[in-house]
């Protein structure tokens, strides 16, 4: 999980107005699913009749059927007519989250019908959703050369420019997606989560609270504001708005999703897990035929959820089909939390944390827990919490699971807190860096607590190494020296380094790469010529981890760092290299590219 916790939900937009091509021209019969089904199987070759059974399928959720019937539809029907089974057999596929074959049957549709631009928008929204990002920009630059005025290609080319780090392109496509649709509020949301990117929170919010003004109801816009308050290190702020996001996943009724059928009755498409549905039995697929002793047939969705609603304790009687057999059910209404709820009670928990509020936290991570107990950020939530009540080993097994960089580094500090600093050590040396050295207030708070916790480890290797150098023993100093930097912070780390090059200037013979770190050094090098900078970038650090003396390695790490956009890290590699090397014939070179990364963080590349 990239750049610490991210608790933004991955939104794939299923933007109004997105792709929707002109409908085929098809009268549904007034026909229940089988009665469709059974005329199909008699007469296969009826396009408009396939198409009319794919469309029933859709509304049955059964999306996988209604793709196949919607690619049968096409029959002997016009080109045109056969762009749209295409178009629609992709959307059942979307629907199915079967990404290629969407993919694959769009692309048949564009080349039924090349210049609608909105086909090239839907096919982008599929790139997205499959996350080809490149793939995404190329589809809806097409659109926008055929439409330039269509506002959700300039928004999917934005998210995808975002998705690649290219953070001032993306912002310039999504500000145009604005000023022609300046109430999609989706358009502000996408541009917080860029602000975020770029760890400028205040922008971030500023954007998440505009669209929260335009969709008051979209509880992931209040969570995208608490996240940017959180990551500046302003929880009254981050806890305010995680509130309003829980207030608006909480709901107060059954706990189903329905849609109208062609039989005119309605149709469970799901059921909330531990809602009062789902403990009264029902099941997707059923159909409602009466709610309180009146027929569902031709009542419309709106009409049937207000007649679900009501207030908590109050009962209604739903009457089931399943299967040929008719039952009833009496439900007793309930509050219950949406299961996105677990993101946002772990938002609400974190900002507790480092607020320190033990209890709160450890409140609301078992919240999340229980909304979504596999769910990494809910994990995450509660091991924090327990280690802020001093249960070190309970935050050990927690957080085990944990997999992101920033969940890590907690569990480091875990581990050296429960007395097995050696390994919290080697667990910290073994994180990817560049994802926890970010001004991000909490994080920086957990990288201070993690130092503070091996400080002994710290000052014993460095104690030692003072040792050895006092007697001459120099190379075993530099080993020490070395040890003791692994877990060092940053004034320490400076410290030590200083000492690191000192014993290496007056000792060049230290300065020779060992075999190890000579094997990683060249490891990197094959890897940039390749282009895979990020392995590169691994093994790099792993020759700095073996030799941290070695003035090189920082500069090579600097470079790569820049090359991937990593402009503070670059910039805080390259200016070890000078305090290691002030006179080295690369010394001019290096603080050129300092200010030209400091020219990029500026400009928000």
């Known amino acids: 999980m990239k750049n610490a916790l991210v608790l933004l939900a991955v939104a794939v937009f299923l933007l109004s107005g997105c792709a929707q091509a002109p409908q085929r021209n098809v009268a549904a019969p007034k026909n229940d699913l089988a009665s469709l089904e059974q005329r199909t199987k008699a007469t296969p070759r009826d396009g408009d009749l396939q198409f009319a059974l794919g469309q ?88 926008i050369s055929l439409q330039s005025t269509l506002w959700v290609a300039h928004h999917y080319l934005g998210a995808a420019l975002g998705r690649k780090g290219r953070y001032a392109d993306a912002m310039t496509s999504l500000k145009r997606a604005s000023e022609l ?124 959820a207000q007649t679900a609603r009501g207030a908590a304790g109050t009962q209604v009687t739903l009457t089931i089909e399943r299967g040929g057999a008719s039952f009833q059910k009496t439900i007793v209404r309930e ?28 409140e609301d991570a078992q919240r999340a827990m229980q909304l979504a107990p596999t769910d990494q950020n809910a994990i995450f939530a509660l091991g924090s919490a327990y280690l802020a009540q001093g249960q070190n080993e309970q935050a050990l097994k927690t957080l085990e699971p944990v997999n992101f960089a920033s969940g890590q580094l907690v569990k480091a500090t875990a581990l050296a807190r429960h007395g097995k600093i050696q390994e919290a050590v080697e667990l910290y040396v073994g994180l990817n860096h560049s994802e926890i050295n970010v001004p991000i207030v909490p994080i920086a708070k957990d990288r201070t607590a993690f130092f503070q916790a091996v400080k002994p480890y710290v000052r014993e290797h460095r104690e030692r190494a003072r040792s050895l150098e006092a007697k001459g023993q120099h190379g075993e100093a530099l080993a020490a020296y070395s040890e003791a930097m692994q877990a060092a912070d940053d004034t320490e780390s400076q410290e030590i380094l200083s000492a690191c090059f000192t014993l290496v200037r007056r000792n060049p013979a230290l300065g ?94």
């Open 56 to 143: 029933e399928y859709m509304r049955h959720a059964r999306y996988a059927e209604a793709a196949e019937a919607f690619k049968k539809s096409y029959g002997n029907s016009s080109p045109i007519a056969e762009t749209w089974s295409w178009h629609w057999a992709a959307q059942a596929y979307e629907r199915n989250r079967q990404y290629d074959a969407a993919i694959t049957a769009q692309k048949r549709a564009i080349e039924l019908n090349p210049n609608h631009a909105e086909n090239y928008v839907f096919l982008a929204r599929l790139y997205y959703s499959n996350r080809q990002y490149d793939e995404t920009i190329t589809a809806a630059n097409q659109a």
């Open 335 to 362: 509050t219950f939390v949406d299961p996105i709820g677990s993101l946002y009670f772990s938002t609400r928990s974190l900002s507790y944390r480092h607020k320190g509020d033990a209890a709160r936290a450890l």
């Open 512 to 605: 020779q790469m060992s075999e190890e770190a000579r094997k990683y050094a060249i490891r990197s090098e094959v890897l940039i010529k390749e282009g895979n900078f990020a392995d590169g970038l691994v093994e790099i650090h792993k020759a700095i981890k073996v030799a941290p003396y070695i003035a090189q390695f920082y500069f090579n790490a600097a470079f790569i760092h820049g090359e991937t956009k990593q402009y503070r890290e670059a910039i805080r590699n390259m200016k070890i290299y000078l305090a290691a090397a002030p006179d080295s014939p690369q010394a001019r070179t290096a603080r050129d590219e300092i200010i030209k990364w400091e020219l990029m963080i500026e400009k928000g590349k």
């Open 181 to 304: 649709a300046p109430n999609e509020p989706v358009n502000y949301a996408q541009m917080g989560e860029i602000m975020l990117n770029r760890n400028a929170f205040s922008e971030a919010s500023a954007y998440y609270q505009k669209a929260t003004h335009l969709a008051p109801q979209d509880a992931g816009n209040y969570n995208g504001a608490a996240v940017a308050h959180y990551r500046a290190g302003r929880y009254d702020e981050a806890i305010a708005f995680a509130t309003q996001a829980i207030e608006r996943v909480t709901i107060t009724g059954l706990g189903m999703g329905f849609n109208e059928t062609a039989s005119g009755y309605m149709l469970v498409l799901s059921v909330h897990k531990g809602a009062p549905a789902n403990k009264a039995g029902i099941q997707a697929q059923d159909h409602v035929t009466e709610i309180d002793g009146k027929s569902t047939q031709g009542m419309d969705s709106a009409t049937f």
